[in-house]
């Protein structure tokens, strides 16, 4: 079970997201303010944080600040009441990874935390083999029988999440949103085009193949 930690100071709003969350699925601790958010990561593990900016004691710039500089890498959801652009690039210059603005819609808070838990999946898991074929994260590297290949970054995530789950038939705009974001406005075609020079790359590859599903998207499946 992903385990999140809430740091907002409207004890309403945290009981909403925290009841929403658990109803989900999800293991939830909620705290109010910065400070008493670091004091919890300093005692245990937690999958993401849901941070407002303005609280008492330490705001959300400065928490996720302190935790970058920490190398405390979680993916965290910054939700405020600010809409302006400067807010919006101060809370991604401090180490965030996605921006909500209040009045928060509940189920697309959920469609962002499944995005960002996925996502850090990708990364922290590092290393995927699929029959004699090893994906390296940290080099972004495909190597089989010694020889290796280095890939751009989305195509190398694109391939490493479906060779994660051979068989398992990923929607393109499940692929784009785990990969290019749940924010981006690339068009879906981009991962036909991602695909397409994957398949290439791979084409003699005898360990995998990657199959599309007529109106609905990709798999991998092993040969």
């Known amino acids: 079970m992903f385990k999140i930690l809430i740091a907002e100071d409207d004890h309403e709003l945290r009981a ?6 658990e109803k989900n699925g999800y293991s939830v601790i909620g705290v109010s303010d910065g400070q008493e958010a670091l004091d919890v990561l300093d005692n245990g593990y937690v999958d993401l944080l849901i941070s407002d900016i303005m609280m008492p004691v330490m705001d959300g710039y400065t928490l996720v600040r302190e935790l970058r500089e920490a190398d405390i890498n979680i993916p965290v959801l910054m ?7 400067s807010d919006m690039q101060a809370g991604f210059l401090s180490g965030s ?5 209040k009045p928060v819609n509940v189920n697309e808070m959920l469609l962002r935390v499944s995005a960002l838990l996925r996502r850090a999946q990708i990364i922290n898991e590092r290393r ?28 190398f995530m694109l391939l490493y999440k479906m060779a994660s789950y051979p068989g398992k038939i990923f929607t393109r705009q499940q692929l784009m949103d785990e990969i290019w974001g749940y924010d981006s406005n690339t068009d879906t075609h981009t991962v036909d085009v991602h695909i397409g020079r ?6 003699n590859n005898p360990d995998f193949k990657i199959v599309t599903m007529r109106g609905i998207g990709y798999k991998v499946v092993k040969s």
């Open 16 to 21: 909403l997201f925290t009841r929403v969350l």
């Open 79 to 85: 939700i405020t009441a600010r809409d302006s652009f």
């Open 97 to 101: 990874d996605d921006y909500m603005v």
């Open 128 to 155: 995927q083999r699929i029959g004699q074929t090893v994906l390296e994260c940290d080099s972004l590297s495909v190597t089989r029988d010694g020889n290796s290949m280095f890939l751009p970054q989305k195509e």
């Open 198 to 203: 994957l398949r290439d790359r791979f084409k």
